[in-house]
């Protein structure tokens, strides 16, 4: 029998419930208001009294209101359908929802329930299988998901009965299996997941050993993320964050995209659904949309399902994961779930930690991002989740605390500068304060050996000393004034200056400049490289400025046109005479 | 808004804070509406059957004996098309002598839009003001603020944006403003004979400050009932929301609340993005645009009011005056429009987004320079063209006194590009320097 309870006091969303039997912590109830069910989360108990924060509002709300607890956790449905949707926080389904508004207590099945799916069974009778074992298949799109043994199944169990190849709906069986006590239990091709657990039916979880392309330049050349790696972006407002994040979404070579819009503006998650239905994946050719879901809670929207929406979106990579895919997690931001979790704490009236955030703020982000990471998968093939979000630090101050604890948990960062923005050198990504730990890994540096070219990490830790040293000539020229140095100064900041107009800014609202792929990458970093070794002589150091100038004038264009197009040639002869010309 | 049926009446007050009161009261809900010795109160926090209120206008001279009459509902505002040229206070109710406004009662705060449902915005609000219009152009459906310090014109700019933009609705906020201010307002839309499409609600200095917390909601709700029932383009204009913000934790610390950074509630962006994310295009072609005022102290925009702001807003118009003009000017590095993207180069000529990011370019190439004039160094030839360029641009482009169109705009550009740089300097596309660089 379901617990239920009497709501005895509201402040805002947090409510406290006098209960009349069991219940567990992060439990779900319903509580009702005149026919309303508002969802709620239990988030503290003491004695007779649940605390719990609804994820919906409260007004209207009474004492004497009656809650019933669900006897589990807030649990994400998982079954094919889920790529292209687009989810709230709680996984209801935005499309299927009626009216403009979203109404309170409006909730829609994540899953299409009646829709067909075209089944081919991979395991067979008499198999022995385990959690997360793949049993059959279905097209969802143009990606074999996955049809498999539920996570939360413990013991290793016998195929009893698998279904014939054939058309199936999520809610009818496809196989049976039994037990070691030989109780059977029917499969279907949905099953639920706890938000908030991990999912960890896999083998293993090596060290990541492959980077994972982006077509952002100053990424994929100067601080490349693995597959299955954690980055972040933190940035003050304006510096471009969310531009950069889509710039990834569009291009990054991943099999399933996953976008949680965590607190962020509506319209952002507008340009989405507008654009991506429309824009073509150049690695596969098909739309973008099909392999992307968004799990979208946009700042308007219930303050405690943004905690909730971050959550969802882990359990949806994962479970993709689990298929043997390649799922990248992009979440803007996790401030505004850190922000939530400060609301939270503050209405509890909890001890507060720095700026007044929650004292365990820092080992919930460090257990979030673990989640992510390739796995090797018990069928041996293995599958990853690389995951990327984003910061806004108040005050654009980097010494905040959901900066710094995220700064523990993630290995790569990207940082954006405010003095980048405002010059409109973009991506704003500040190229000596960033850094990717993974340039460390040895397994990674040998995957850019074989990927991209036998001195490749070594060229770009030339690129970044360059513009060290040209940042550095840079604040010399300013203390000494232009004549005040050597030309040898001036010589030093445009070659840093070569790098940043070539390599590192990139027009993300050109249709051939935004996204390069990593031969292309290859082939200008080389150059840009090649003409940075040259030392050109010159008398002065105007002189010094209107040639590098002229140079980057050149390689802009290139970077404009067609990869090794009639025009890219043009551009490239006409370089060459250049710096020919050049002493 | 007295005199209706079942109401709840109790006469014993348990506490009495700064802003709130307590009783013993049974059935009341959270957010309820009442008044406590006839002054607007509204329900915040239930502990079994003891209520607690914020009243709006204070407490002071208030008695445990006070007289409180719950409403039984959430504070509302009647909509209808009478709304149209009427001026309002904090609570909806008339302050230009008219009558009650009849209509439907609308809770105010009302649920958020579902973000599939609405459309991406693609309308261009042209304002003349090149600083504006060609570096940070305004979109239908947007949400921007103008940061300002409080002696910037802002009230002013934003006035002129409101009766040059061509929309169905004006809708203004008016929080803490100064009498003066209303009265500049009244007078501006009066004398522009658009006062029948405009709507205010108004709280000035001479109010309580926590009164102002109704002020957005209630001008948001007028706002959907045109932009949602009668697909109308419908603007609406909040200053200043500073004030609002200190209003915010002004309650919060009554409440007992910890507060975050710069003694702000922790909940301020979720506060402020319930205001801003009201801003939306509609799939039936109505809309709702929020300029919005912020003002700064010092040009901070590190403080916890115009930065959470920023984060939530679709850019920030930041008004500064330039020392070496004298001219009040749109800065186009701390200013930015999220949205004119959709529009720039699509709704307005191919080269704007080009001419736009070359002139910004330049302009930094001018601060610069100017830093190195005030180090004492030389200035090389390029130095001296780029603080030429920086005046001409900030005089005939930036300045807000400038009127003009987005074509007349980038024409301008290209002529000061012309007459301050070589082709090369500029870093333009080539196929777009062809068509608009002159040759001579």
């Known amino acids: ?282 690695r596969t050719g098909r739309k973008l949309m099909e392999r992307t879901t968004i799990i979208c809670n946009t700042s308007n929207m219930p303050v405690a399902a943004r905690e909730a929406s971050v959550y969802t979106a882990m359990t949806i990579g994962e479970y993709y994961r689990a298929m043997g895919l390649k ?8 401030s505004r779930w850190a922000q939530a979790l400060r609301e939270m704490s503050n209405r509890m009236e909890e001890l507060p930690g720095a700026d007044a955030f929650p004292m365990d703020l820092p080992a919930i982000i460090s257990n979030f991002y673990a989640r992510a990471g390739l796995v090797n998968l018990n069928n041996g093939n293995t599958g990853s989740v690389t995951f990327i979000g984003t910061v806004s630090p108040a005050g654009g101050n980097l010494k905040e605390p959901v900066t710094e604890s995220t700064k523990k948990a993630a290995r790569c960062f990207y940082a954006l500068s405010q003095s980048r923005a405002d010059r409109k050198r973009y991506p704003a990504v500040d190229p000596i304060d960033s850094y990717s730990k993974y340039l460390e890994y040895p397994e990674i540096v040998e995957d850019l050996k074989k990927r991209v070219s036998a001195d490749w990490v070594e060229k770009v830790l030339k690129g970044k000393t360059i513009v060290l040293r040209g940042k550095e000539a840079y604040e010399q020229i300013n203390i000494l004034g232009d004549d005040g140095v050597p030309i040898e100064y001036h010589r030093k900041f445009w070659k840093s200056e070569l790098i940043d107009f070539i390599i590192l800014q990139q027009d993300a609202y050109d249709k051939v400049d935004s996204s390069t792929p990593m031969v292309r990458q290859e082939f200008m970093y080389s150059l840009v490289i090649d003409v940075c070794e040259k030392d050109f002589e010159f008398d002065n150091f105007e002189e010094c400025a209107t040639f590098y100038k002229g140079l980057i004038n050149i390689m802009r264009q290139m970077n404009y046109s067609e990869f090794k197009g009639e025009n890219f040639n043009k551009y490239l002869e006409q370089l060459n005479k250049e710096i020919n010309n050049g002493r | 808004m007295a005199g209706r049926a079942f109401q709840k009446i109790y006469t014993q007050l348990e506490a009495i804070t700064k802003a709130t009161i307590s009783i013993k009261a049974k059935g009341i809900a959270n957010e309820e509406l009442a008044t406590v010795a006839g002054r607007l109160a509204q329900v915040v926090k239930i502990k079994g059957d003891m209520i607690t209120l914020q009243v709006f206008s204070g407490t002071e001279g208030i008695a445990t004996n006070a007289e409180v009459v719950f409403f039984g509902e959430p504070p509302a505002l009647n909509v209808s098309e009478d709304l149209s040229g009427r001026f309002f206070n904090a609570y909806g109710q008339p302050i230009d002598n008219g009558p009650e406004v009849e209509g439907e009662r609308r809770y105010i705060g009302g649920p958020s839009v579902n973000p599939f449902r609405r459309k991406q915005p693609s309308e261009l609000i042209p304002t003349g003001i090149a600083g504006i219009d060609l570096n940070n152009t305004l979109v239908s459906g947007q949400k921007i603020p103008f940061f300002a310090d409080p002696d910037q014109p802002y009230n002013q700019v934003m006035a002129m944006v409101a009766l040059r933009a061509d929309v169905d609705k004006i809708i203004l906020g008016g929080m803490g403003l100064s009498n003066d201010d209303y009265l500049f307002f009244k007078q501006t839309f009066e004398n522009a004979g658009k006062l029948s499409k405009i709507i205010s609600f108004v709280n000035t200095t001479e109010q309580p400050p926590v009164e102002r917390l109704l002020i957005p909601d209630m001008a948001l709700t007028a706002a959907e009932y045109f932009a949602v029932d009668k697909n109308e383009k419908v603007l609406v204009l909040l200053t200043d929301m500073t ?157 807000i006194d400038v009127n003009i169109n987005t074509t007349e705009m980038l024409d301008t550009a290209w002529e000061l590009f012309q007459k301050y740089y070589t082709p090369t300097e500029l870093g333009i596309k080539e196929s777009i320097m062809n068509k608009y660089w002159k040759k001579a």
């Open chain 1, 327 to 334: 799922v990248l997690l992009l979440a803007d931001s996790t």
């Open chain 2, 243 to 399: 004030l609002y913000a200190d209003a915010l934790s002004i309650v919060s610390n009554r409440m007992d609340q910890i507060p975050s950074k710069d003694s702000m509630p922790g909940s301020l962006y979720s506060d402020l993005a319930k205001i801003y994310e009201k801003a939306v295009q509609l799939p039936d072609g109505g809309s709702i645009t929020i300029i919005a005022v912020t003002t700064l102290s010092g040009g901070d925009i590190t403080h916890a009011i115009p930065d959470n702001t920023g984060y939530i807003t679709e850019g920030q118009l930041f008004l500064r005056t330039d020392s070496d003009t004298g001219k009040v000017i749109v800065d186009p590095f701390r200013s930015l429009s999220r949205l004119k993207q959709l529009v720039i180069g699509i709704k307005t000529r191919e080269d704007h987004n080009y001419v736009m990011n070359a002139a910004v370019r330049l302009y930094a190439d001018a601060a610069n320079a100017k830093t190195k004039l005030e180090n004492g160094f030389d200035l090389s030839d390029y130095d001296m063209r780029c603080l030429e360029f920086a005046k001409a641009y900030s005089t005939k482009l930036l300045a």
């Open chain 1, 1 to 282: 029998m379901k617990t239920t309870g009497k709501v005895t006091g509201i402040i805002s969303n947090l409510v406290t419930i006098e209960v009349d039997g069991p219940v567990a912590q992060n439990e779900i109830c319903y509580i009702s208001l005149s026919g309303t069910k508002l969802i709620a989360e239990v988030i503290k108990v003491t004695g007779k009294e649940a605390f719990v924060q609804v994820y919906e509002s409260t007004r209207g709300l009474k004492t004497g209101d009656i809650a019933e607890f669900e006897g589990h956790m807030l649990e994400v449905t998982l079954g094919p359908g889920i790529l292209s949707s687009n989810y709230d926080g709680l996984q209801n389904n935005l499309e299927t929802m009626d009216g403009v508004f979203l109404r309170r207590g409006d909730y829609t099945l994540p899953l299409d329930l009646e829709k067909k799916w075209e089944f081919e069974p991979i395991a067979k009778v008499g198999d022995e299988v385990m959690a997360a074992d793949w049993l059959g298949e279905v097209k969802e799109g143009w990606l074999p998901h996955k049809i498999m043994v539920p996570f939360s199944l413990k013991s290793s169990y016998i195929v009893k009965s698998i279904a014939a190849a054939g058309e199936y709906n999520v809610t009818e069986k496809i196989a049976t299996i039994t037990d070691e006590n030989g109780v059977d239990m029917d499969i279907t091709m949905m099953q639920k997941w706890p938000a908030k657990v991990a999912i960890t039916s896999y083998h293993d979880k090596p060290r990541p050993f492959k980077i994972m392309e982006t077509g952002v330049r100053c990424i994929d050349t100067f601080n490349p993320i693995a597959e299955g790696g954690t980055g972040f972006i933190p940035g003050p407002f304006g510096c471009g964050k969310t531009v950069l994040q889509h710039a990834i979404s569009k291009q990054a070579e991943a099999d399933v995209i996953i976008i949680a819009a965590c607190g962020e503006r509506a319209n952002e998650v507008v340009e989405i659904f507008t654009e991506f239905p429309e824009l073509i994946d150049a």
